[in-house]
Every structure is written in C-alpha cells, then in structure tokens.
C-alpha cells in the first residue's frame, strides 16, 4: 500500500506551534527547509524565519562536540610549546578577521560551560570579546556557581560595561554574580585608597581574591585599542607604558613581553584584579583572535595567565611561529 503523508498549512497551526513544529522538522526528522515549506505551505524564508526564532527564544540549544577544536593539531602545539592544559583553536573559515572574532566567540561560548563546575567561583573581566562571547552562550544552570566581575566600571563608547559582561555570563550560567560597584580608575590614588576601604567594594575585592577560575581576553597597545578608546588610559598614558616596556593589556593593565606587570601611575588609581593575582588560578580562559593581539597574547601566554586558550587557527599559526 502506498505510504501518504500529511500536510498541514501554517494556517492550521499558530502561534508559538508553529515554530516548534517547524524546529521538530528540521533539527529531529531531518527535513531541509525547502521540505519544511511544502509540508507547512508556507515560503522557505516563512521557514528560515521560524527556525531563528526557535533559536532566539530558546527552543533550540546547539552545541559542538569540543574534541575536534580541542584535538587539532595546532592545538596540542598551543599546550606542548606555552604549557597549557588545553586549546581551542576555531578554523578561519577564509573570511575576515572580523569572521574569526566571531568564531572564536562562538566557540568560547560552547567550551566555558564543559569546564566549570559546581560551587565554582568564575572571575570575569570585560570588552568586546567576552561581552559578545556571553551573548552566544546557550543557557545552562551550574549549581553554587558564582561570577564574580574582575574590573571596575567605566562609561565606554561601546553600549555595554564591565557589569552587563559578568551579569549575561552568570544569567546564561544560572549563576550568583557578584558586580564590583566602583570605577575602573579614579583621578588620584588617594581617592581609590578610600574608596577601596568601603565595606561594600572591600567585599566585592575579597570575592576576586577567591576566584579559582578567571575568564579573560587581552588588549593590545595601540592608540586604537581598547584600554584608550574606553577612557581607561590617556594616549599619553599609554606612551608611558609602552616605553616601560608595556607589550599588552589583561584587564586593564599593563605586562611586557615576559607576560611581568609593567607597574605605573595608573595602577594605584585602579579598581579591579591585580595581573598577579590572576596568575596561579586553577583555570584561566583566554579568549582572543586576530593579528594586532598576537603580541599582548604571546605576554599573557609566557607570563603564565592562561591555563586555557580560545583562538583561530591563524592566530594560533602567528603565536607558533614567534621565537620562543
């Protein structure tokens, strides 16, 4: 007997069914999207619709197996050559750097939540990177887990802040989070001295101190960079560090090559994680991609920060390729 099928018009299904419906087809049964519109009669862009929808509202959790990032070549060369216990190392894909940045955020994203565990207590530092990293993170629920934000606050061009980073990352992780209520740098040391004695920032300082993972990206030390064009650090500021030495910035301050603090006027007017105190955590995430980080990387790399890396395979190839 001839086998039939069934053929239900969008018109016969509403509202939020019609969405499930559509992510049943595609994601279970295996239908392409051009089978999922004859079946619903409905346009194949009506489908692509849905199926972003599905995604958006939380319908649909994707994940990647991580041993075929964590597995690659590059990457045991990554652990073997700067002593890291693992790498993740995303294929460029031949697009821009601009594409990359957003592979290694997705895939940021799908790692982090396979290395935490329960009554973990996560430190968070900020920028673009981890803000656009936490937005790609699907949501799962890590019991006892705190997030905990590593740098104070500034007012940035950009349209976040170092606590909208460390609240999305710990709303995804169904975490406590702990936001460091102060400015990432006041006008004198005085004034941070003080403000640093407040029973409220002295406690949110002692919970970075019991941080035992930290999640973190690097920034650069050219004029265009991040540590400038939030207001941190003045150009003048920056020249400074640079000829002390400065080859990269890990949440919001300065290390030279060797991955060593590079200490200046800046540091006593600050509000946030020493780079001392970041080294020795039972993991550090590093986060980052693209040519003009290669150098504040490679300080973060040889000074002893990360314990874990999230990068392309052509960042990976530049940081291979420099001297030891």
Known sequence: MPSTSVRRSAGQISGEDIVVEAAWLYYHDGLNQNEIANRLDVSRATVVNYLQEARERGFINITLASEPFTNHRLAGELCARFDLRAAYVLPDGGGSEREQFERVARGAANWLPSLLEAQDRLGVAWGKTIHDMAEHIE?????????????????????????????????????????????????????????????????????????????????????????????????????????????????????????????????????????????????????????DKANAMLAALRGGYATHLVTSQSSARRLLDTRP
Request: proline fraction near 3%; charged fraction near 20%.
């Open 139 to 291: 949501p799962v629920s890590i019991a006892d887990l705190e997030v905990i934000q590593l740098v104070g606050s500034m007012a940035t061009p950009y349209g976040f802040s170092a606590e909208i980073c460390s609240a999305n990352v710990a709303r995804k992780l169904g975490a406590n989070c702990v936001n460091l209520h102060a400015p990432a740098v006041l006008s004198t040391s005085e004034i941070a001295a003080t403000l640093r004695k407040e029973a409220i920032i002295a406690a949110q300082l002692e919970a970075i101190e019991h941080c035992n993972k930290a999640l973190f990206a690097v920034g650069s030390c050219n004029h265009d960079s991040h540590i400038v064009t939030s207001g941190l650090a003045s150009h003048d500021d920056l020249d400074w560090y640079v000829a002390q030495g400065a080859a990269g910035v890990v949440c919001g301050r300065f290390i030279d090559t060797h991955g060593d603090p590079v200490r200046g006027p800046l540091d006593e007017r600050m509000i946030g994680i020493d780079q001392t105190a970041l080294r020795g955590k039972t993991m550090g995430v590093l986060v980052s991609v693209g040519r």
